[in-house]
């Protein structure tokens, strides 16, 4: 069982950061691969970036590439989303989530974070 547990949401002008973490529990974690999905309100929720559990190969969304950045730290069974250059479309709820391996669905969600960029 993982359990996962998203901080660092906020509010922040268009053109500013935030750096979101997701802190899971669980001794596999540094096997799993790691995602992050974001849900605006009235939209589906949607992909936003994934991390490999074997060689750390990540995967965007065309709308985050060159301004979103995943990456993890095994040693502190955490995983982040640096976002830079945000724009007031990439307010939504921030979701973690994680899967055993690549070809599984993603079975384990946090419970979210809100970030709301304005302009």
């Known amino acids: 069982q993982v359990q996962l547990v998203e901080s660092g949401g906020g509010l922040v002008q268009a053109g500013g950061s935030l750096r979101l973490s997701c802190a899971a529990s669980?001794?596999?974690?540094?096997?799993?691969?790691m995602g992050w999905f974001r849900q605006a309100p009235g939209k589906e929720r949607e992909f936003v970036a994934a991390?490999?559990?074997?060689?750390?190969?990540?995967t965007y969304a065309d709308s985050v590439k060159g301004r979103f950045t995943i990456s993890r730290d095994n040693a502190k069974n955490t995983v982040y989303l640096q976002m830079n250059s945000l724009k007031p479309e990439d307010t939504a709820v921030y979701y973690c989530?994680?899967?055993?391996?690549?070809?599984?669905?993603?079975?384990?969600w946090g419970q979210g974070t809100q970030v709301t960029v304005s302009s």
């Open positions: 989530a994680a899967r055993p391996n690549e070809y599984a669905s993603w079975t384990y």
């Open positions: 669980g001794r596999t974690f540094r096997t799993y691969p």
């Open positions: 991390i490999s559990g074997s060689d750390g190969s990540t």
